[in-house]
């Protein structure tokens, strides 16, 4: 099983601001994916980032609120940009293991987001 | 994606069976059935997946109904550490493609002692 991190573990921002969230894996998988749990809420996935193209958005959410990065293999950014309170979550990469859709996604442990 | 439905909360005593029902009456063909669960605060962990056959691993079974309509993730032991919520989802499983997860708003698992 890949192990991921993310970096910060928990940041308070005022609102307005920026904030990048970086998700690490210890190995080289092809799909990563991105997912906000709202305040207790389900997960919701964001946006499907893949090396080398343009990640994929949901429907809800757009590049200019949730740029995403994807320059290797082993990690991958997520900006939530011009921030609000609503966007107060739980932020979550996760990467698919082995041929994508053949096997279980593991998650990271969440960026808790909080802004004021 | 198919949709599915769980019931909101459960309990269930420290050492007996958990049993964890999803319906998923509208399924397709190609759907395998997902358990995941998050324990609180922390990211979802994968539990066990299957298509039609029974399936078993060391943390769980997964009873699929000869119709496919329906499914139950059992925890033989549970202990006070099961504690969290589960949920059940239905998605393609192909080569190459998928890996989207729709999450539910899934069932609070209460262990208690």
């Known amino acids: 099983s890949a192990v991921i991190s993310q970096k910060p573990s928990r940041d308070i921002c005022q609102r307005g601001t920026s904030l990048t969230i970086q998700c690490q894996v210890d190995?080289?998988?092809?799909?990563m994916f991105w997912y906000r749990q709202q305040p207790g809420q389900s997960l919701t996935l964001i946006a499907t980032a893949n090396q080398g193209s343009e990640a994929t958005y949901e429907s809800g959410f757009v590049i200019d609120k949730f740029p995403i990065s994807r320059p290797n293999l082993t990690f991958s950014t997520l900006t939530v940009s011009n921030m609000s309170p609503e966007d107060s979550s739980i932020y979550l990469c996760?990467?698919?293991?082995?041929?994508?859709?053949?096997?279980?996604?593991?998650f990271g442990p969440g960026t808790r987001l909080t802004v004021l | 994606d198919a949709k599915t439905t769980q019931p909101p909360s459960m309990d269930c005593a420290e050492g007996r069976a958990a049993n964890l029902p999803c319906n998923h009456s509208?399924?397709?063909?190609?759907?395998?059935v997902y358990w995941y669960r998050q324990i609180h605060s922390q990211g979802p962990q994968y539990i066990i997946h299957g298509l039609k056959n029974n399936e078993t691993n060391e943390m769980a079974s997964l009873i699929i109904t000869e119709d496919r309509k329906s499914s139950t993730l059992i925890l033989p032991h549970a202990t006070l550490r099961d504690t969290a919520v589960y949920y059940c989802i239905v998605r393609v499983r192909t080569y190459n493609q998928g890996g989207k997860l729709i999450f539910g708003q899934g069932t609070e698992l209460s262990v208690k002692p």
């Open positions: 509208t399924i397709s063909g190609n759907e395998y």
């Open positions: 996760s990467v698919e293991d082995r041929p994508p859709g053949f096997n279980e996604q593991f």
């Open positions: 190995s080289q998988v092809t799909m």
